[in-house]
């Protein structure tokens, strides 16, 4: 399951943990991957977020400031996009497999889909955790006939 919206307070204290400081910008990202249910890219972070104190280039700083305190991580590179989630520390919150969308290029969750490990997998789960599982075609929605599509339904 996703790791839930994280609160400001929460926010902070998490990154006041790893060592930054809790400015206001980075605190919004940091709870706006908690609270996606899909890894997003830096565009749809701006979507979300930007306004004209914190441009594009604000929130990607943040971003990558996240993911090199191993509070977020890229989750998806497919189709040269970039898309960032939130990581639990100690958890592997994003150890699943992700539904890269050809057509309409969404990418989501797959929390059900296990990834089988080898028997000795202590080592696998270290690399996997460091893996981006990726499970390319066409999603649920692009498959409907059109006319009833609607990009970005959610279940
Ligand atoms: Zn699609
Ligand atoms: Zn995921």
């Known amino acids: ?34 609270s996606a249910d899909r890894p997003l ?20 700083r943040n971003l990558i400031k996240l993911d090199e305190a191993g509070l977020a991580r890229v989750a998806s590179r497919v189709g040269g996009v970039t898309r960032f989630a939130a990581q639990d520390q100690g958890t592997s919150t994003h150890l699943h497999p992700h539904f890269a969308c050809r057509d309409c290029g969404d990418v989501r969750c797959l929390e059900d889909a296990k ?3 080898p028997p000795n997998s202590s080592k696998w789960l270290e690399a996997l955790s460091d893996a981006e599982v990726q499970v390319v ?19």
Do not use: N
Not at 48 to 58: C, F, N, R, Y
């Open 115 to 117: 990834v089988s490990l």
């Open 41 to 60: 890219s830096h565009a749809e972070v701006v979507d979300e977020l930007g306004t004209e104190d914190w441009d594009a280039a604000t929130l990607y």
């Open 1 to 34: 399951m996703e790791m839930g919206k994280l609160t400001r307070q929460q926010s902070k204290q998490i990154l006041h943990a790893a060592g930054l400081r809790a400015t206001a910008p980075r605190v919004a990202v940091l709870r706006l991957l908690s």
């Open 137 to 155: 075609g066409q999603c649920p929605d692009c498959r409907e006939p059109r006319g009833r599509r609607s990009r970005r339904r959610r279940q």
